[in-house]
């Protein structure tokens, strides 16, 4: 279940017990469908833990909510809409995590070769040294 207030521009979406802010989007004919997920309007989610109430207090600059006994207070203008560099870059560390695999698997492969191609001139070794013929000393 979800519900909505709203403060002019942006609104408050209580989510799977989670709370959001979002930008109000431009509404013109059919209403708006927001994907938390995938917004396309700057959208962030305020809670980790949940909550069980909120609201906008100071004429809507300020979110509040609480959790059990604990209550909850933030300025609007305190809340950054950019996604932490380590959000962003995700999709970009999964790429890099994904070659980084596959150097590890390339190595791994590179490796196996060079041991068995080590095992194999072990095993060539003996048999190769019986076969010589060495040298004595009192040979010419």
């Not at 396309?40 to 004429?59: C, E, M, Q, R």
């Not at 980084?100 to 068995?116: L, N, R, S």
Request: without cysteine.
């Amino acid at each position: 279940m979800h519900s909505l207030k709203t403060d002019g521009n942006w609104v408050l979406a209580h989510i799977m017990n989670q709370l959001y802010v979002t930008a109000m989007p431009v509404v013109g004919g059919e209403a708006p469908t927001i994907m938390i997920t995938t917004a396309s309007v700057p959208t962030k989610k305020l809670t980790d833990i949940g909550a069980d109430y909120f609201a906008w207090a100071d004429d809507g600059k300020t979110i509040t909510w609480a959790v059990g006994a604990s209550f909850f207070r933030q300025p609007l203008s305190a809340i950054s809409f950019e996604p932490p560099k380590e959000e962003k870059k995700e999709g970009e560390k999964k790429e890099e995590a994904k070659k980084e695999g596959d150097k590890k698997e390339a190595a791994q492969v590179d490796a196996k070769k060079d041991e068995t191609r080590r095992t194999s001139r072990r095993k060539r070794s003996p048999r190769s040294s019986r076969n010589k013929k060495t040298p004595s000393k009192n040979s010419p």
